[in-house]
């Protein structure tokens, strides 16, 4: 950090309580480098981890909004002016955000004053979760290493890539929708519904909980409507989806720091757990493990949790900070 930075004055700043020749001092040091960015990332990740983590502060969005307001690079001349009312939304989604914070939480954007969007990006970290409040009322819960992108101006028209639970605020005029990476959507008006759609995985997978919802495939044809107690399993590479009756409240359990999984195989396991306790697992492939596991994970520690693998499943493991090795 540079002499003029120093730990009190970016703690008084993520407070709302300094100057605004302080608050200049600081948008300069962070515009600076992308070094000065990247220690500030840090330094904010940190300071949300040790006040958030397990509180919910209230914030009063129009005096957050003044704040803000002052904090904002002015437009320079030969660039077109983003519209006040567009950057107010901006400000209301992401002070909300920080309202409901279970964890660290990045939030990035862009503007557009040709198209009138703004896109709000707001992205869990491994090992992490975050509850957010969107424009609309809607609330999200952002498991670790997700990923949800909206348009302020049109906050429920969303994108996600990971797990997300959506409470969503009724509106019967105007639908409220996911579309995930596969291009598979989801469609409601209000309703509470938890989704699992991390890129890469082959099913994506949505639970009902209150409410219906309509399920499309990438070509816009519909492929299911849930009810309450229903959970669709929708095949990215056939592109159809599977229906069968769940205890939904078991699928959500993340949200509330418990994890809970039925007969799951290890190769099933292993990227949940990766994710639940932040840390990269390696595992010796010369060898197959067919075991299955049932088990409710609530605040064990990673190795009270492979402890308890052990007791049913053979294999040895070695933890050196966030790499896990497991060989069979």
């Not at 990215?236 to 720091?257: A, H």
Request: aromatic share 8%.
């Amino acid at each position: 950090m540079e002499e003029t930075i120093n730990e009190t004055l970016l703690n008084r700043f993520l407070d709302k309580d300094t100057s605004k020749e302080e608050n200049e001092v600081i948008l300069r040091w962070v515009s600076d480098s992308e070094e000065n960015r990247i220690e500030f990332r840090k330094f904010h990740r940190a300071y949300h981890m040790s006040k958030l983590r397990f509180s919910k502060s209230q914030i009063d969005v129009d005096e957050a909004w003044d704040k803000l307001n002052h904090l904002l690079p002015k437009a320079k001349p030969q660039h077109k002016l983003i519209d006040l009312d567009i950057l107010r939304k901006v400000a209301a989604s992401v002070l909300l955000v920080v309202a409901g914070g279970l964890g660290s939480l990045w939030m990035s954007g862009y503007f557009s004053g040709q198209q009138q969007s703004a896109i709000v990006e707001l992205k869990t970290l491994k090992g992490e979760k975050s509850q957010v409040i969107l424009a609309d009322g809607s609330h999200v819960w952002l498991n670790s290493q997700t990923v949800l992108k909206y348009d302020a101006l049109d906050p429920r028209k969303t994108t996600l890539d990971g797990e997300a639970f959506f409470e969503v605020k009724k509106d019967k005029t105007h639908p409220f929708e996911v579309i995930t990476a596969s291009g598979m959507k989801v469609i409601v008006t209000g309703t509470k519904f938890n989704l699992r759609s991390f890129a890469g995985d082959p099913f994506v997978e949505t639970t009902l909980e209150e409410g219906t919802v309509e399920i499309e495939g990438t070509d816009n044809k519909q492929l299911a409507q849930l009810e309450p107690g229903q959970q669709a399993q929708y095949n990215i590479e056939e592109n159809n989806t599977s229906v069968k009756n769940v205890s939904p409240e078991l699928y959500s359990l993340w949200k509330n720091n418990e994890l809970r999984f039925t007969d799951i195989s290890f190769t099933e396991l292993v990227p949940r757990i990766e994710r639940w306790y932040g840390v990269t697992i390696s595992i010796d492939n010369n060898r197959k493990n067919n075991d299955r596991f049932t088990m409710t994970i609530k605040t064990e520690s990673l190795r009270e949790l492979l402890n308890m693998m052990q007791l049913t499943s053979k294999f040895n493991y070695e933890i050196k900070g966030e790499q896990v090795k497991i060989n069979f």
